[in-house]
């Protein structure tokens, strides 16, 4: 049995999270922390990391994390001081803060990935064969994401995770473009072009394409559903449970 705490609890993706959680047999949420509480829950829910230290009877082996960038600092902290392992799934960290989770790596576990789905996963690993055809044959390269009307980061860090398996097998040559608006030159060939679109209820989408000479390779990933990246990042927690300290992501836990 691998013990849980939500933190974000209350938000669109913490309460996935905690729905199939309850429908797990191998996992029990022992309790959730959100500062803006609402709806009953069967675990009791604390407005801080502070306040579950102090008063819970129950202590999780496991955070598994869908809150905020800003809510990032007092987990990393929370984690370091009591070694607690931690999924890390709020997207849109700065760079003080991805120094910090390395730094906080090498006192607690924490798993930390871009998307917690399968499908995008496995995505990059193809991306990464595709890359290392493609480029050298001229193919541009362009990343499209959506995402629904309430995301607060562009781009999603799932298409920065892509562009960045991409220019891995390629050296670190390529370098990204976010906007061409203030542009009025020809493209490079070796940028990564990143778009990025928000509205209505799109959960996730992402196409990355490779345009050549009179062809176009494009690779599509869809997310229906929030419950993909839920079901991953549980997944994680089990995988997380009682490992040494250090860095992980999803191909540890897809490597077993």
């Known amino acids: ?37 609402g709806g009953a829950q069967p675990w009791p829910v604390y407005p801080s990391l502070k306040d579950y230290r102090e008063k819970a009877e129950q202590k999780a082996d496991v955070i598994v994390d869908f809150s905020s960038a800003k809510a990032v600092d007092d987990l990393l902290s929370f984690c370091e001081e009591t070694n607690t392992a931690c999924v890390l799934c709020t997207t849109g960290l700065s760079a003080e803060q991805l120094a910090r989770v390395e730094e906080v790596s090498q006192k607690a576990a924490i798993l930390k990935s871009a998307n917690m789905s399968l499908g995008i996963n496995l995505l990059q690993n193809l991306l990464k064969k595709a890359a290392s055809v493609l480029a050298e044959a001229g193919f541009d390269i362009e990343i499209v994401e959506k995402h629904h009307n309430r995301k607060l980061d562009a781009p999603s860090g799932t298409a920065i ?29 070796k940028e990564i072009g990143i778009s990025a679109v928000r509205g209505g209820t799109i959960v996730g989408e992402h196409d990355v394409i490779f345009a050549g000479e009179d062809e176009v390779i494009t690779f599509s990933h869809r997310a229906y559903s929030r419950n993909v990246f839920a079901k991953g990042a549980l997944q994680a927690a089990k995988f997380l449970k009682d490992r040494p300290a250090g860095l992980y992501d999803m191909s540890d836990v897809i490597g077993g």
């Not at 705490?5 to 922390?33: N, Y």
């Not at 891995?168 to 009025?184: F, K, M, P, Q, V």
């Open 1 to 37: 049995m691998v013990k849980i705490l939500i933190h974000g609890c209350c938000g669109h993706m913490g309460q996935v999270v905690a729905r199939l959680a309850e429908e797990d047999s191998q996992l029990q949420t022992v309790a959730g922390v959100d500062p803006f509480p």
């Open 161 to 189: 995770a892509l562009a960045d398996s991409i220019n891995e097998e390629l050296d670190g040559a390529y370098h990204y473009i976010y906007d061409r608006s203030t542009r009025r030159q020809k493209r490079d060939e």
